[in-house]
């Protein structure tokens, strides 16, 4: 690697296999990789993985589009997703309708789709799993 590059690392608090089906449903995500805890090759230490989260997810990288994610189950502890939004560009305007539809079952729409003065469409809502989003199209 000769370039620094970032990636965002998604922490479920236990709902991470499900999230995943949830993406890859709505946005076509293909899973990568996929580790439970109990296929790690190392054991945790004691005390730091919560009990019955021996098969919940250790790590997985999956990619939406070109854009690679990694996600985990945790250890045990809640997520809380502050201070970030993911920014998803889609090609047309029904696909953003899609999308925006998609992901907002079961969430919280925070700006409707509408148009703006950089796209046709844009919007942003927080997913069930406490993901924020904002969709746009492409202009």
Not at 88 to 106: H, I, K, N, Q, S
Request: glycine content about 10%; charged content about 20%.
């Amino acid at each position: 690697m000769t370039t620094p590059y970032v990636q965002p690392y998604l922490f479920f608090g236990g709902r991470c296999e499900e999230a995943l089906e949830f993406y890859r449903t709505t946005l076509g995500a293909q899973v990568d990789m996929l580790m439970r805890h109990k296929e790690s090759p190392e054991s945790p230490p004691p005390g730091m993985l919560a009990p019955g989260f021996e098969n919940k997810i250790m790590h997985a990288s999956f990619h939406i589009g070109a854009t690679t994610l990694m996600a985990s189950d945790g250890c045990g502890e809640d997520s809380h997703f502050d201070g970030f939004s993911l920014s998803l560009t889609v090609p047309t305007e029904a696909e953003a309708d899609r999308t925006f539809a998609a992901l907002a079952e079961g969430g919280q729409v925070r700006m409707p789709l509408t148009k703006t003065f950089w796209s046709s469409r844009f919007g942003m809502l927080t997913d069930r799993f406490g993901i924020s989003w904002m969709i746009t199209v492409q202009e």
